[in-house]
């Protein structure tokens, strides 16, 4: 009935029979199982927790639920700008080296592989780029990855060898 | 060549890629990267908590969100906690997860209501006192009691040191060992950790074990009965079954133990959280307050008050979370240890100032 065809129910746009035929047949199999539960809970000596935690908590959490959080929209949006300024800027300073071409969206993957591979996703050489060497590449596809595990190993690895020339005194 | 030895295979190319690399490529890719993680966290930050909200608060048509808890959420026993589901859709943002980023005041946006103040109260170190209080361990017990800093205490009592001469790596290593006992960690998990051989990770906590005696015995007890019983219960009653106790294979047997380990501490501090919040919202009812609890975090509850409310608020609210009426009554539970409360009240979540009461006593 609901949720047909592979369908996510829409409790809040959903006609109010319907809603009704719904709730009428979820607390009717609610109640078989409680009655199979309630057995349970007596068998493992669990009726104490059952009556002074959990049916309490149901309802207490219920209310919290309901009441939701206060939302201040002016710091939202003040956070949001700023957010957004940092993310411009981030973005600037990533374009402002050499190897990066202008052109380049820096959340596509494909555009990120030629500038820390100088190569595609096909493993194809590429002009520009930082000409590193892919750490983790694809199981299924076997196109070189620039998710956060490989650039942690890469940011390792060049720590490192930064560390062992002394190079981070003279930057 | 299967996957791990193609992966380590590799990690050397590239280690060995950028050996060969000259200076400036090097301190380049080096500060690209650098900038380019920012780049991404920046974005996820606004993704999730910028159009998140802004998003639910379209949907509710007000400034206000809703969230989801759990109370079967995970199989350690703690809350879990999300948006609610709206439209098929994961609405809003998980309260749990509001970052505490120090560049960008994120959890500042949730607020207490005009004439009203936000509330938050943590448990100290929680975990570890339901710990202290399970393995009945003395030393543990003794650090609670007297009100010392407790991982500065099992650093003197690990490394054989006075307290003042324990130094901030120490103190961090003891944390880590009591952490890593609290959730099942292993030599391996702190070698990792902290970069140290796993020699030096073993003789760490066999120092700390040896300084709490009470754990390695409890641990001991809660083995041979999830051993027996293939099962792990709390002092409150709930229970974790864990067949896999029963495995042939000895590391599958080591991680159910680990789990249920796990279980009793986690569990019952977080049910003794929830049974605190219970008994603090049963006595604002009571005394007809215009103060709520709005949200619970681990270790913590979150309320908004009037604000001539606000000692006595708090002064319920230190009540109920160190004397525990609730579970005194309820499950006859009186902890050997004391919990510790930190107050802050502020006009947001991720504002305040630590709070102490005129008159602690009222």
Partial sequence: ????????????????????????????????????????????????????LMVPAVEFFKDMELDGLYISSAKVEELGSQLKGDIYDKED??????????TYELTSTDDLVKVLYSADKKHNIVDGGFGLFPPISSEKTGAPSTSAEALDILLEQLEDEIDRRGLNEQV | MNRFEKLEQDKQISRSV???????????????????????RSRKLFDTYISGVREAMKYNGSNKIYVEYRLDGTVTGRLSNAGYEAGGNRMGISFHTLPRESRFNIRDYVVAPKGYKFITADMKSMELRILAHLAKEKNMAKAFNDRVDLHTYSAAMTFGKQMDKVT?????????????????????????????SFKKAKSIIDGWMAAFPGVPKYMELVDKFITNNKYAYTIFGRRRNLPN???????IRQEAFRQGL??????????????????????????????????????????IA???????????????????????????????????????????FGSGEEYHLSNPTS
């Fill in chain 1, 1 to 52: 009935m609901l949720g047909q065809d592979g369908k996510k129910t829409d409790w809040r746009n959903m006609p109010l029979t319907q809603m009704a035929r719904g709730n009428a047949l979820d607390a009717y199999f609610t109640l078989k199982v409680f009655h199979k539960l309630e057995r349970l809970i007596q068998d493992l000596k669990m009726q104490n927790l059952y009556d002074k």
């Fill in chain 1, 93 to 102: 300073q990533l374009f402002s080296f050499p190897q990066v071409n202008k």
């Fill in chain 2, 18 to 40: 950028v050996t060969s690399m000259d200076n400036q490529k090097l301190v380049g890719a080096r500060n690209f990267i650098k900038s380019l993680l920012e780049f991404r």
């Fill in chain 2, 168 to 196: 901030k790596e120490e103190r961090q290593i003891a944390k880590a060992v009591s952490f890593l006992t609290v959730y099942g960690g292993t030599e391996k998990t702190l070698a990792t950790k902290q970069g140290i």
């Fill in chain 2, 245 to 251: 106790a029963g495995a042939d294979a000895k590391y």
């Fill in chain 2, 262 to 303: 796990n279980f009793t501490v986690q569990s019952s501090a977080s049910d003794t959280l929830i049974c605190c919040m219970l008994g603090l919202h049963n006595e604002l009812k009571k005394r007809k307050l215009g103060s709520k609890i709005v949200a619970t975090v681990h270790d913590s509850i979150e309320l």
């Fill in chain 2, 306 to 348: 009037p604000e001539s409310e606000v000692d006595e608020t708090v002064s319920l609210l230190n009540y109920h979370m160190t004397s525990y009426p609730y579970i005194k009554e309820n499950f006859g539970i009186n902890f050997s240890v004391p919990l510790e409360i930190e107050v802050v009240v502020g006009d947001s």
